[in-house]
């Protein structure tokens, strides 16, 4: 475990040290911003910049031709065994496709004739739109919805359904225990669909080591893919031939340009594929996966949990309630800060050159991207955190005035 | 009507009066290409790449902000607003998310419970994918699917189900009469979902006026958006407060950073949407939009027609089958011709810069954009194919060898 540093020059000598440091030069990022809302959307890497633009090289040079000679046609397949690098799955299991939304959908519902009853779990305190697409595919399906206390999923999973779950929760960063939930999961008939969102690209993610056999995750927050990129779904080997895609696109199927009029689905992950996918978003993100390219995920995750950890000390120093769990190996690479005066705090810190997010009523996140922070700008961002609540310099009414351009 | 030309030297004089001529200066197209590929995937209008570049500087100048600075939270509605305009939609009418096979699904399982019975019909020459997620619909939510045979679908609005009809049928380019459908449907209590893909942008359509309420389209094809680039979905301001979207993301989430329990849906087509939008894939098709500004859609259509009946002409003179229909108003922009060697004939018309596509076994497929072909470009092409197939001059190795590229 990396030691927390108790002063700015302790700071920088672990900058020095930092396996990752010179990652950061992979990164766009404006001068004088410290950014801690990776977690959210993460910087553009100049790997994402130059893809873009190659493809519209592509589109403009060879037009549909592209498909083929710029490969197009396989782009969402090689990204996906890109990120299953990333997660602990193997060649094959990963495709690029969709929104986590989306994603999620699909995996319930080819999970739900596998599992021992007809019904689908979510704790209240998931990401909406893991409880809002539960309750839509319950409604479409007959499926039986039931939503469950924080933290409620592991004893839930006696009843034999499918359990939607988050590897790290959105708000509190509280890390799940996949592999004992596996474990408890197979013993019931259980099916989890993991949402990976906030744990992908920061944490060493073993999903084939720990049993998981289904999972969603996003690629705009840690892994940089840009806005709205789209999203992966993985489905374990052992698994995929067993499973039906609710929304079989003839991007899944077998031989998408043979025009069959039944539908036969790819091996792999790739039966999960549904329409064309947006080639422009998806270069990006490809091009965007170049700067965890060879990257040691244990580095990674030590980096991501020591800034928090820096963050966690300094903000009980002085005096923040910190909801987030102290434990590095509870706690995934963002850490929520209880501020009441929250949202005007995240504008005065704005102003400073520190990007931090807001959660209402009175949550501020900061999200801790390994690959581009440093320890002494976590170390000043505290600094100048601490000097705004000490002088209330958010109290002013030109931050109150900027309210709504954030 | 606009008079076929019968000699290059009319199709020159065509060309000069063409109130559209002047729309190809905004397409970026080799020079010496004659790109008949339109309806498959359209080339880069400058338009385009200006809104991709200004999107990347808004990711990396103003980073997570730009949701709101740049505008991305609203720009798939904005966006709907301007493909409303092109299929006579009103305002609020037409969001765009996803792909063409997950918003006919969503719109699919939002109408069943709208209709007389519990039923999915598709003809069995429909694009693939609308047969696929229709049986995809079908396994999960118990619906009957009735695969129907060509042409089979104005019959069965009988039977008070949901219709998934293409406006344009994408090999014969045989169009739909929409408010003849449209009538029968209402009397028999069936829902139709219009599949606009290969007639949004040629065609002058009034989903409106004819009574449409539901449909999806691509914007790949006609309107040059870019590969992949993300569907759209119409429905009709009547009914949209009347349906639920199955894939209920937060996106289409009437206050999505409220973060509530309970799933509060837009107004309107918005509803619709479900994860975030690929925002770099959008903003493409959003710039792309700018090619069609203010055209006249009569206009529009009378070009694409008067385009594919200078090319069914000519191929007539020469002998060959044309399986699209001959009379102007039941064709859409596209016309497929019968050659038994389409394949190598397609690569021998490549050679010459005249860009086609061929679909197994034996069909070549012209698409006509008006917004970037001149009457002599497709006379210089039909001359080609002629050439070609007088002198047999596909019959050469070398056309097989280049097989695999195309």
Redesign the interface.
Known sequence: MIPIPISRAEALEQDAADPLAERADLF???AG?T?L?GH??G??PAGA?AR?SA??AD???D???????AG?IDLAERTGDRLAALIGAQPGEVIVA?????NL?KLA?AALPQARTYALFVE?DE???D???A???G????AQVR?LAPGGGFDALKAGGVLIKSAVNYRSAEVADMAAHEREAKRHGTRIIWDLSHATGVLDLKVGADGAVLAAGCT?KYLNG??????FVYVSNALSGKL????????G?AAPF????K?VPRDGAARFA?????????A?LAGALEALEGVDLTQLQAKARALGALAIARAKAIGLDVPSPAEDARRGAHVSLRIAEGYPVVQALAARGV?A?F??PDTVRFGFSPLFLTYAGVWDAMDALADILASKSWDQPRFHSRA???
């Open positions: 766009d990022l404006p911003v950014y809302v959210s959307l910087p553009p910049r873009l493809t519209q589109w403009a040079g037009l549909v031709r592209s498909w083929n000679s197009w969709d929104s986590v939304s989306v959908f519902a209240e990401f909406p739109t409880q809002y697409i309750a839509g595919l409604g479409l399906s007959g939503q705009y840009g806005p709205g990129a789209p999203s039906s895609n609710p929304l079989p696109g003839w991007m199927h043979a025009f069959d009029e539908y549904s329409g064309t996918p947006p080639i422009l978003s998806l990006a990007m997010d959660r209402a709504k351009v954030t």
